[in-house]
């Protein structure tokens, strides 16, 4: 069994003091409601006084899901985002900063993980099979014909007009699925925070989580984040407050073949399903950062990862690989040792 | 004064032939407006400076001003808003500080200025968008056109007489699906359009929340403006407005009677307006349009179901898909011989015979399924850099605030009223 162990992680650490003078604060109550958006499902837990004020900022939240949907989704052809794949191989696309901030973080992540996150492989997971769970493994040729259509270092972007270029002028199309979930939570924490609301929790089908404050009482909203090598067991319980947790695992959505578990998660340099990494959970200020970074953890070798993140601020990592190749369990930033005792399973169970 | 019949087309024949040969037909007109509505609806180089100003930057002003920015040469350089907070959202949105003014009329004076978009509360379009075309602006206007028959005529008026452009918020006239789909339907291929039946159904109460304390009601009744008659007809114009202008269009005329109903039946909250409404909307040769809003159920969402005499056309925000009726008995060809020539027997399953008899329907495929938001706003930029007459014109304002004033009307003296034949 492995034993639980609690971080708190915020910058805020002081008791809430209960003075004679003190106002008592407005009594709250905890809502709970669920959205499907996305391709998966959002679920908000916020405290508020009334049902008329969580109501009210529970449909904005997710009213802003859905605008954001629209925006990023690749499979709404009338998304900006497929306008963008579809246009901006003929020409430069002018968008609006909202969409241009997106890509720019997109492609900021692309960058500084020299390609390991890359928006544009939806073509790559397509050949695959992914988008119609009918697992297949591509030719070489094939893989070397979508090379002109993947690539994030072929677009272009000018941030004195918010112009989108393709440079090899050929249409891409620009998956979200790796950022934005993260980019909305953002929004719509920015949202909460705007409307006065200090304690509430929003979750993107459980794989990119933010805590807002904490609720009454406690320090931060906890979650647990189990360990693949003990499937049913936690490695470590975190207590998120104003801070977010992204998880990548390929232990949901997967192909096996002759033995071999092929990811949904790419590795873009080669064309091909990232190996050796079971989970990834990271902790990062922003959702969008978190999200991004889950996938780009998992498909890093670890020792990239571990200078990755040495090098980003505030950011903190729990890796579960599958040896020899990755480690079991590497810890990084992460407060508490949760490494200590996972160990690899002695159970084959997870075909890698 | 122009036939009801030929009103409301946008770029309608009339619209198109006027000051051309009489020998030109209704057709080839017609034809000619298509052509210029393609032009209008197709991405521009052009990215000449466009500067334009906002009154009323809220929750749709900001989405409008989303996609100004995404047409080249377009900088927002002013906004008017009575509610502070809106100009640091704004700011957000731009990415830079836009200037900002608590008097519309102080954003009016300014010198640098060559379009508004005036995206105020209903009660208020017609006191912002006829002294923005006044001051030698072009206007877009958020639907619906007016709060008045009287006030959408004096819009039409002043646009004309200012020799501006104005075009309304009927965005679904440039949704390449519906525009598609509709040119089908009008080709025929469902038949006679009788009935369209317009929902659109939310289940939250339409409230925005009101961030700070507000003892008199005053930022109650700003925000929340569209629950509160002053400014504001209700579901039948935020959400019927849309529909109503595409019945027009469809059935090529203003409708002829309204009638209406409506109720508070969930959201007892001090608001005015109903949180539910039932339109029926008469048009020539007994055609009816149905609309039907409920606040407390999102089941249906936002759609149309066109229904003609040879299929049925259902359109959303985001796809269109057709459906036939079953075939009518039709004369058998022959092979001249009058010989049969036999079938041949076989087990009876098809997988075409499953229930629903009608199948699945045939969505429409088009090649450039853009938002339709974007491109009505790429189109107001068209055409005020080329001086032209845009889709959603004054005419296409006007018809749809016919259908919205008069059902309102009719709900609230609980009969149906005559819709007179008003042109612009």
Redesign the interface.
């Given at each position: 069994m492995v034993a639980l162990r609690a971080a708190l992680l915020s910058v805020l650490l002081t008791v809430p003091c209960v003075c004679a003078n003190t106002p008592a604060p407005p009594i709250v109550h905890r809502f709970h409601q669920n959205h499907l958006a996305m391709g998966t499902e959002f679920t908000l837990d916020l405290y508020a006084p009334d049902q008329a004020l969580a109501s009210e900022v529970a449909a904005q939240a997710f009213d802003e899901i859905d605008r954001l949907e629209a925006l990023l989704s690749n499979y709404r052809p009338a998304s900006e985002l497929s306008r963008i794949g579809r246009e901006a191989a003929a020409h430069p696309v002018i968008t609006d900063p909202e969409t241009f901030h997106f890509l720019e973080r997109s492609l900021f992540w692309s960058r500084e993980s020299d390609g390991a996150f890359d928006i544009t492989v939806g073509p790559v997971l397509r050949a695959w099979g992914f988008f119609f769970h009918s697992g297949r493994i591509p030719s070489s040729s094939e893989l070397v014909a979508l090379r002109p259509r993947v690539g994030w270092q072929h677009i272009h972007l000018d941030p004195g007009t918010r112009a989108v270029s393709f440079m090899t002028r050929q249409p891409m199309e620009l998956d979200p699925g790796s950022i934005g979930k993260g980019f909305a939570i953002d929004a719509v924490i920015a949202i909460l925070r705007e409307q006065g609301i200090t304690s509430a929790f929003l979750s993107a089908g459980n794989s990119t989580l933010y805590g807002l404050g904490a609720p009454p009482g406690a320090f931060g909203w906890p979650v647990h984040v189990p360990d693949p090598h003990h499937p049913g067991q936690p490695a470590a319980t975190i207590l998120l407050h104003d801070t977010s947790l992204s998880t990548g695992a390929c232990t949901e959505k997967f192909f096996v073949h002759n033995g071999h578990r092929y990811c949904h998660i790419f590795d873009p340099r080669t064309l091909s399903p990232a190996e050796g990494m079971l989970q990834t959970s990271v902790i990062a200020p922003s959702a969008t950062d978190s999200d991004a970074l889950s996938t780009v953890v998992f498909v890093l070798d670890p020792q990239a990862t571990r200078y990755l993140l040495e090098h980003t601020p505030e950011t903190r990592a729990l890796l579960f690989g599958q040896p020899p190749d990755h480690e079991a369990c590497l810890a990084i930033n992460w407060e508490g040792s949760p490494c200590t005792s996972a160990k690899p399973s002695p159970h084959k169970d997870l075909p890698l | 004064m122009i036939a009801r019949r030929l009103f409301l087309q946008g770029l309608s024949a009339t619209a198109i032939t006027a000051g051309l040969a009489p020998e030109i037909s209704a057709q080839e007109a017609a034809s000619q407006a298509e052509t210029e509505a393609a032009r209008q609806i197709a991405?521009s180089?052009d990215?000449s400076p466009l500067r334009v100003g906002i009154i009323g930057p809220g929750s749709r002003g900001k989405?409008l001003v989303?996609?100004l920015?995404?047409?080249?040469g377009v900088r927002i350089v002013a906004a008017a808003d009575v509610y502070p907070p809106r100009f640091d959202q704004l700011n957000q949105?731009?990415?830079y500080t836009v200037p900002s003014h608590t008097d519309y009329r102080a954003l009016l004076d300014r010198k640098d200025l060559d379009a508004i978009v005036v995206a105020t509360p209903l009660g208020l379009h017609a006191s912002h968008v006829i002294p923005a075309l006044q001051s030698g602006r072009h206007v877009y206007g958020e639907k619906t056109m007016a709060y008045t028959v009287d006030q959408a005529r004096d819009i039409a008026a002043a646009a004309k007489v200012s020799n501006r452009i104005y075009q309304v918020g009927h965005q679904y006239r440039y949704s390449p699906w519906i525009r598609a789909a509709i040119a089908r339907v009008k080709a025929g291929e469902i038949g006679n359009v009788t009935h369209i039946l317009g929902y659109w159904n939310r289940n939250?109460?339409w409230?925005?929340?009101v961030?700070t304390a507000d003892p008199s009601g005053h930022l109650e009744r700003l925000i929340n403006w569209r629950l509160y008659h002053e400014w504001s007809l209700g579901l039948i114009a935020e959400l019927g407005s849309h529909h109503m202008d595409i019945a027009n269009w469809i059935f090529g005329s203003a409708p002829t009677t309204a009638l209406a109903s409506g109720s508070i039946c969930c959201y007892h909250?001090g608001r005015e307006t109903d949180d539910n409404v039932q339109v029926v909307l008469s048009y020539p040769a007994g055609r009816r349009f149905i609309f039907t809003s409920m606040t407390d159920n999102a089941k249906q969402g936002d759609q149309l179901w066109l229904y003609g005499t040879k299929g049925s056309l259902n359109v959303t925000l985001?796809d269109a898909t057709f459906f036939y009726e079953p075939r009518q008995i039709v004369k058998a060809p022959t092979n001249g011989k009058g010989e049969e020539k036999g079938v041949t027997t076989s087990a009876s399953y098809r997988p075409e015979g499953e229930m629903p008899y009608r199948g699945p329907g045939k969505p429409l495929t088009i090649a450039?399924?853009?938002?339709?938001t974007?491109i009505a706003i790429r189109a107001f930029v068209h055409c005020v850099r080329t001086n032209t007459q845009p889709i959603a014109n004054a005419d296409v304002g006007l018809g749809s605030a016919l259908g919205v004033i008069h059902a309102n009307q009719a709900l609230r003296e609980k009969k149906e009223v005559a819709i007179p034949l008003i042109s612009t």
């Open positions: - | 991405p180089a990215s989405e989303r996609n920015l995404r047409v080249p949105v731009c990415g939250n109460d409230r925005r929340p961030p909250d985001e450039n399924p853009e938002d339709a974007t």
